[in-house]
Every structure is written in structure tokens, then in C-alpha cells.
């Protein structure tokens, strides 16, 4: 081969080689930098919020793991409904235990985690997404780091903050901090003290739900409760069971799960009072005499919002101002006598009723916000329970999924109802959702 052949050659390997070289080093330099961004910052300064980093070796480790698998399923998990937080949320598993089928879903938890940690990694791990909602539960390895509760509250107003500003439709949920106990250094003062600035946080902010799941847990001492959470710190299959159970109606009605509509067929004799598409029939009447103020017939949606059909039920929705007592009515009257069927479903510490006539029928999240004597067996919390009213010559039985509720009644015990009148649904506090409402008239 001539020479100048041979030195062709040798000059094309040498610029392939220079090509492959400088590209592995762009490749190394990305992954270096990468590595490094998603990395515990060895300082604070600069950084956002307040209060403690966790930088223990074990959880920087941890931290640096799952934070690099993420960043390889960014698009993935784009559109993902995100679970955010510690280690409660990080023991969920990554399709959060299959608790919501055909959800798209995204656990952003880290185990051993504070709230500045979180809203550290808030645009990488989570607004990176576009995610089509977030489930924020933080806040208990601060108090394990000496944080304060107005230190800590003021970071998770941040992160809402900073979730608003990327997508000021996005729904966002809040869950209280759980309860845990004074041996785990996260006392149940300090652990209400939070809850209690969380709430203020939120009030009056439509774009949040703010859903008590300390109450939920909490024992009479307001610590964690063995059976739920063994270690007084994480639950168990069944804490996660009733986590679930609890997040379960809100997200049914941000449209995420229960989409179908419900096929129940009517006993014979029964007459739906809610046709499960919208709110013909119903309507507002003024509190005090029950005159008719307005109309909903063909709408989905009462004129302030609070009540909405949706795939059969009829919701009545967690209030942002914490608690907000209105009521919505029949358009019509019933003077007979009758028996009035209907199932509810109570997110944890709901307060709701239904009226008959005018009197008020307590109904509830029974096990949290009822009286003692309504935490029966028979009561199922954050699903649905059925309520039977027979209405016969002025005088009332109520049932529970079978079990008596007449004290219940708002008024005083044998009291007479009203001639005639419409039945009502009350909104409280939480959300409370019905369904199935019918009535046989005699």
C-alpha cells in the first residue's frame, strides 16, 4: 500500500477515534454533572425553606439512588398522579400497592426525608412530570431533627406554592401528618401543632384538599396505634389499606378512579330522586323558611360548587374553609308517608345529614366524628353504608347498614316532623358523598 494510503487511513482512525473520545467524554461529563445535581447539596446556601437536611451517609446514598432512577423515567412517569414524601410514602412500593387500578401512578417518596428536602427536589422529581395531581404527606422526620412546627409548616406552604405555580389546575392533596409517639421524638403536641398550620395554610385555597389522616390513626392519647403502625412510625398493610380508603373518595371525585357510571336498578315501587348525571330535582331553598331560591335542573354542579353529580353520586365536596354548613333540596314536597333509601360514603372526620321534611338526620364518618355509640362493628368507615328512613304519621326510624340511629335526630327524642316538606342534604365538613336516593311513597 503506498505510504500515503497508510497515512490517510491512520489520519481517518485517528478523527474517528478523536470523534468517539470526545463524545464518551460528553457522555461521562453529563452523567458527572447529572450525578452531581441530583446529589445533597453539601451546604445550605441558597437552598429553599428552612430547617433541617437530612445528610446522614445512609440517607445521601438513598437520596442519590432513587433520585438517578427517576431521572431515566422522567418521560415515563410524565402525566403521573405523584405520591410525595418520606419513607411513609416510599414503603407504598412504586405502583402504590396496586390500590388504584388504571391509575397512572408515580411514588416520589424518600425515606428518612424532611419537608426542605422535599422542596429541594420538587422541580426534578415532581414538576418535572407535568404530574395530573400530587398526594403530599410530610413533615414527621422534622420533628426527629428538632424542627419546629411553624419551620415546618412553612415549607409545605412552599411546596403547595410552588405545585400552584406551575399548574394552577392541578389538584393537590394534603395529608395531615400521621401520628407517631414522644419514644420516636415526635410527640403528639407538636405532630397536632403542625396539622393545625397546615389547615391555616390551605384555608380558602380551592386548588387543595386537606384530608385528616391523623385523625384517622390517632388513639385516645393521640399516638399512633400498634395494631396499624408496629413501630408507632410506619403503618402496616392494613394502615396502608385505610390510607387508601381515605384518599379513595377524593380522588373519585377529581376523576381518577370509580369513572363508570353506576348501573343500580330500582326495587319496584321506588322512584329515583337522583338520576346520577346531574342535579335536576334539586336546588337551594332558604334556610329558615324552605322557600325556593334556586334551581339546578340540568346541571352538574350546584352555583358555588359544594355539590356535584358525578358517575352516580352525588358529592358533596370538602369545603376550602375548612367547614362551611349549606344545604341543597328537593324541588318537591312529601307529605305521605314513606321510606327513603340511600347509601353515603364519609371521608375521615366528615359531618354531614340528611333532612327530612326540615329536622336533621346526623350522618357521618361514625367511627371519628360520631358519637361513641354510633362506632359500631356494622359502620364502614370511607365506603359506603346504607341509610333507610321510614317516615310513617309524623314519626321517624332511621337505620344504619341495619343497626338503629334515632338518636341522630337533631331534635328532641319523640319529636314530631313537619306535615310535609323536602328532603335535604347537609355539607360540613370533609366530603361526603351520596348515592342511590329513592323513595317509596304510601
Known sequence: MPKSSTLQSSTRLLAISLVIYTAALATLTAFAQTDSK???????????????????????????????????????????????????????????????????????????????GVLIRLKDDVIALKPAGVILLIGTNDLAHKAEPETIAGNVKRILDELKKHDSKMPIILCQVMPSSTTKTRPADKIKEINKLYAEAVKGDPQVTFI?????????????????????????????????????????????????????????????????????????????????????????????????????????????????????????????????????????????????RKPQLQCRDYVVAGPPQYSKPGYKPQDWNELVVVVKDGAARCTCNGEVLEDAWGGPPGAKLPETGPIGLEGDRGQMEYRRIRIQEQ
Open 212 to 356: 385528616e389522616t391523623y385523625t384517622l390513626f390517632a388513639n385516645k392519647e393521640g399516638d399512633a396505634k400498634p395494631e396499624e403502625f408496629p413501630d408507632l412510625l410506619h403503618p402496616n398493610k392494613a394502615g396502608y389499606t385505610k390510607w387508601a380508603a381515605a384518599i379513595r373518595p377524593i380522588l373519585a371525585t377529581l376523576g381518577f378512579v370509580e369513572t363508570e357510571p353506576d348501573n343500580f336498578k330500582l326495587e319496584p315501587g321506588y322512584e329515583s330522586l337522583f338520576n346520577g348525571r346531574d342535579l335536576t330535582g334539586w336546588g337551594f331553598r332558604d334556610q329558615k323558611t324552605l322557600e325556593k331560591k334556586e334551581s339546578f335542573d340540568g346541571k352538574t354542579a350546584s352555583s358555588d360548587d359544594r355539590y356535584v353529580a358525578k358517575n352516580g353520586r352525588l358529592i358533596v365536596t370538602t369545603p376550602s374553609e375548612g367547614r362551611k354548613i349549606a344545604q341543597i333540596w328537593t324541588t318537591r314536597e312529601f307529605p305521605k308517608n314513606f321510606t327513603l333509601k340511600l347509601e353515603f360514603r364519609a371521608t375521615p372526620n366528615a359531618d354531614s345529614g340528611v333532612f327530612i
Open 38 to 116: 441530583l446529589q445533597i447539596p453539601e451546604t445550605d446556601d441558597g437552598l429553599p425553606g428552612a430547617g433541617p437536611i437530612n445528610r446522614t451517609e445512609s440517607f445521601k446514598k438513598l437520596w442519590l439512588e432513587r433520585r438517578s432512577k427517576w431521572a431515566t423515567r422522567k418521560q415515563q412517569d410524565e402525566g403521573s398522579l405523584v405520591f410525595l414524601g418520606d419513607s411513609i410514602t416510599q414503603g407504598w412500593g412504586d405502583d402504590i400497592s396496586g390500590a388504584f387500578p388504571g391509575v397512572k401512578v408515580a411514588n416520589r417518596g424518600i425515606s428518612g426525608d424532611t419537608s426542605r
